[in-house]
């Protein structure tokens, strides 16, 4: 009798191509088949948990894309956002996001963006300021909300858009690129208190106002100033002041544009800023140069508006700074006095002079006015130039990242190869001074042989580039940092990216090529430079002929990337680089999946998946979440279906059930069972409720209501001592039929049941959900019902790598021997396998791993750890290969397995 111990499946699933190599270690740990396993960080493989639905997707049967993407504040908040068809909705430790109790709606109260009320049943999300518009009859001030308390936004997005959205965050904003939207925020204020709004690249903190000047002598002489409000902590300056505004009376249809305004003081090269004019509405916003053509007249430069909007009326104007004529130099004893209205929320105002066409700093000031005595302009300090970012179509960045204290967007599709770096320390300000500083905004480009979009900037230390044909990285100065005269691009690859972003575990970055069909591993290694390689290679079966269009990384439990093929299958590559760990597997359901993500959730990370069921002749999506292997008792609570649900009927309250009112105590006899708050219900008669004192239990079926802390039972046996009268807060609520299952209807259902497998949804007996609830063959206080799966874990051929080979060899596996941790049940065999890796599932093949010990006749079989020995009704050939498969809704865990059997010639 030869055997040859398989002590470890940390290779995963290996391709075809790679089976007749028996010298590599991959073969030694690898498989043939691992589906719905996930290979564990130790080496062992593990069945899948199965999944529990959350909620239909929005456009559900229109099969439109939703996109799952996590948000993190920190270990307690965090939440997965659902966009789907123009819409955000949220979702928390498995629940969707309701709200109730909203304040009806007011026509006296202003409304905020984010806003919440409810009037006629409806509720509604304020999508902007507003004042008196009802809520039904306004949809561009507010947006209805769908039934069921269900917190729902609106967004820009269609359904189309969404699986190219890029996000980035800080604390509670989320950055989101599109490269055809603009840049937007989504920011988080409480629980349900969400706003998306476009990102606004300007100042925080808002312009002095009605900035004006004193001359202190009379002269020849003229001077501008500007003044900017500064915010405290961040020293973010403000744009400058404009001086007090002037009214508009008219504007001309012509080339160029003429302005009437009384009065108006302004001079001609005057900069002014135009605002609130009704009509020739184009205007507005912009900062233009004038000529002085009367004293209530002047003409814009260089502007043609001959095309615009009628002028009907109003309007104001503004000098974009503050300016004195006919001056002396100012001195103490006359002074130049520049004045100003505060802007709310300023430390103190910095001045600044004009000399030769550039202001330069002068002085500062806490109050709202400064006295100029002849203040010298610093020629290192000057006001920084307002700079107009990411404003229209082709300029929108589709990629961006918090990098060294700055924030930077790149991509677009005016200039795919640039990359915009903010102001150190200020997120939305982009402006530069002259000359620059060490902290001001720059831009610079990723220039190749070719023009390759930057897809993907990622922080590992130094910012890593992605593009489309290569990846850098930013070495900035001899510290590392980035300056606009220190950027230090440095070529790292010429392999390029896709527009997955890629993700981080540890110190190495895995990202999808450019093709979309290998992934690939990257370390920055300070010692021996850049290192990556290919993760694919040895299980290349499973990406030829598919793309990968969505991965996710779930750190805890066991290190796994979770990747969504094109088909929609979805698979698991196990990767911890410290131990070269690294192992595929696949996962199937009765569906296709979409999108996956993580979020942390408690002390390990839960999966979420987008899937597309067939359900009663329609497709449907749905987002569910994988349920967690970590529970107390796994032959209860262990979960392995999918889109399900659970039923528990396990007291959680202090609520106690007392059994009185009997003579006998016999089971013969009614007893009434009495709680100390509401507890029943009329349809409680025909359920069970189940009772335990001092680890004794005892069953009693309901034969009749009272009310609802009364009811009469039958004991399914005498009533010991310790029960009888005796209250207790820990019993279960059994009962034979499930519902809320419609989205199942139609489906045979595995159904767990107490530990018991009552069905495994491909054998009989079978139970079929019909009218969204399925029926018992007994009463059960913890069910687990959902659609099945199987997991199976074939070897590879036999071989020993220590010795010849044994490919030329026939042999014959007689039985194996299987180390299990935390297992119960299965099979294992040598079933048959077509060329295509189709097994032939046939029972004689097979032999069930028997566990059963010690139980009780009425309890389930406790899971088990250790060995197990499986005959195998195995056929001489040339494989000696062993399947295990789990075709019950029960946990299995293998982490070694040695086949016995006979080699011949």
């Excluded at 010690?854 to 406790?862: I, N, Q, R, V, W």
């Excluded at 009704?873 to 000696?880: D, L, P, R």
Aim: proline content about 4%; glycine content about 10%.
């Amino acid at each position: 009798m030869t055997s040859v111990a398989q002590r470890s499946f940390a290779g995963g699933e290996i391709a075809p191509a790679a089976y007749g190599r028996a010298d590599q270690a991959k073969y030694a740990t690898g498989a043939r088949k691992v589906r719905n396993f996930i290979v564990q960080r130790f080496g062992g493989v593990t069945n899948r948990s199965g999944t529990k639905m959350v909620r239909e997707t929005v456009g559900s049967t229109a099969g439109k894309t939703t996109r799952a993407r996590r948000f993190v504040y920190n270990d307690a908040q965090t939440y997965l956002l659902e966009w789907g068809d123009y819409t955000l909705r949220l979702i928390q430790a498995g629940v969707g996001v309701t709200v109730s109790g909203l304040a009806a709606w007011s026509a006296v109260t202003t409304y905020e963006q984010g806003d919440l009320v409810s009037l006629a049943g409806v509720n509604y999300y304020a999508k902007t300021t507003s004042l008196n518009l009802t809520p039904a009859s306004n949809p561009a001030a507010w947006y209805a909300m769908p039934a069921g308390g269900i917190l729902e936004l609106p967004t820009p997005y269609p359904h189309a858009d969404v699986r190219r959205l890029q996000f980035t965050q800080s604390a509670d904003v989320m950055t989101i690129f599109h490269p055809t939207y603009p840049i937007h925020e989504l920011r988080r204020y409480g629980a349900t208190d969400w706003v998306l709004t476009p990102a606004v690249f300007t100042p925080t903190i808002a312009a002095p106002t009605a900035c004006s000047s004193t001359v202190g002598g009379a002269g020849a002489l003229s001077f501008r100033y500007r003044v900017t409000a500064v915010k405290p902590e961040t020293f973010e300056e403000s744009l400058a002041g404009l001086e007090t505004t002037k009214n508009i009376t008219g504007a001309t249809q012509a080339n160029p544009c003429a302005i009437t305004s009384v009065a108006h003081g302004y001079s001609t090269g005057d900069e002014i800023t135009l605002a609130s004019i009704g009509g020739m509405t184009q205007l507005n916003g912009q900062t233009v140069t004038i000529t002085k053509t009367g004293a209530d007249t002047y003409t814009l430069d260089g502007v043609n508006s001959t095309a615009y909007g009628a002028y009907t009326a109003g309007g104001t104007s503004a000098r974009t700074y503050a300016r004195i004529d006919s001056a002396a130099t100012p001195s103490a004893s006359a002074p130049n006095v520049i004045s100003w209205t505060a802007s709310a929320g300023a430390l103190e105002y910095n001045v600044y002079k004009e000399t030769n066409g550039v202001y330069g700093f002068i002085g500062a000031a806490v109050g709202t006015s400064f006295k100029d005595i002849n203040y010298a302009p610093s020629g290192l300090t000057n006001l920084a130039t307002p700079a107009t970012v990411f404003e229209a179509a082709g300029k929108y960045p589709q990629t961006g990242a918090y990098i060294q204290q700055r924030f930077a967007a790149a991509g677009s599709g005016d200039a795919p190869e640039d990359i915009d770096m903010s102001r150190s320390g200020i997120f939305n300000d982009f402006s530069k001074s002259s000359p620059l500083q060490d902290d001001d905004a720059f831009g610079f480009s990723i220039n190749d042989e070719e023009v390759n979009e930057v897809r993907h900037i990622v922080n590992m230390g130094k910012p890593v580039v992605f593009t489309s044909g290569s990846i850098w990285t930013l070495d900035g100065d001899a510290s590392g940092a980035l300056r606009w005269d220190s950027i230090n691009p440095n070529l790292v690859d010429r392999r390029g990216s896709s527009y997955l972003r890629p993700v981080t575990i540890g110190n190495s970055l895995l990202y999808v090529q450019a093709r979309g069909t290998i992934i690939r591993d990257l370390q920055l290694d300070l010692v021996q430079g850049q290192k990556g390689r290919d993760l694919t290679i040895y299980a290349q079966h499973l990406f030829d002929g598919y793309t990968v269009i969505a991965w996710a990384y779930q750190e805890n439990p066991h290190s796994v990337l979770w990747v969504v093929r094109s088909d929609g299958k979805l698979l698991a590559l196990t990767y911890v680089k410290e131990h070269e760990v690294w192992g595929w597997s696949q996962c199937e359901t009765d569906g296709t999946f979409l999108d996956v993500e993580t979020v942390p959730e408690g002390d390990e990370d839960a999966l979420y998946v987008v899937v597309e069921r067939t359900i009663g002749g329609t497709a449907r999506r749905f987002v569910e979440r994988f349920a967690s292997r970590r529970v107390t008792d796994p032959s209860i609570d262990a979960y392995f279906v999918d889109c399900g649900g659970t039923y528990d009927g396990r007291n959680i309250t202090a609520t106690t059930l007392t059994l009185s009112t009997a003579t006998t105590w016999a089971y013969t006899e009614p007893i009434t069972c009495t709680a100390s708050a509401a507890q029943f219900i009329a349809g409680d008669v025909g359920n069970d409720y189940i009772l335990e004192i001092g680890g004794a239990s005892l069953r009693c079926h309901v034969t009749a209501y009272t009310d609802s802390t009364h009811v009469t039972v039958e004991p399914a046996s005498d009533v010991p001592a310790a029960f009888q009268g005796v209250a207790t807060a820990t019993w279960s609520r059994a009962v034979d039929q499930i519902g809320s299952l419609s989205h199942l209807e139609g489906k045979a259902v595995a159904v767990l049941a107490d530990g018991c497998v009552l069905a495994n949804g491909y054998e009989d007996p079978q139970i079929v959900v019909s009218g969204g609830i399925i029926t018992l063959p007994q009463h059960a206080a913890v069910v687990h019902v959902g659609l099945p799966y199987i997991a199976d874990l074939e070897t590879l051929d036999w071989e020993d790598p220590n010795a010849e080979t044994l490919i030329d060899k026939k042999k014959i596996v007689q039985g194996v021997t299987l180390l299990v941790q935390d297992t119960r049940g299965g099979w294992a065999g040598c079933p048959k396998t077509t060329d295509d890796g189709t097994i032939e599932w046939q029972r004689k093949y097979m032999n069930e791993i028997k566990q059963r010990a010690t139980e009780e006749y009425s309890s389930p079989t406790d899971t088990r750890t250790g060995t197990f020995e499986v005959n195998a009704t195995g056929t001489w050939g040339e494989k000696g290969r062993i399947l295990i498969r789990q075709s019950d809704p029960l946990p299995m865990t293998v982490l070694a397995a040695i086949p016995r059997g006979k080699i011949g010639g």
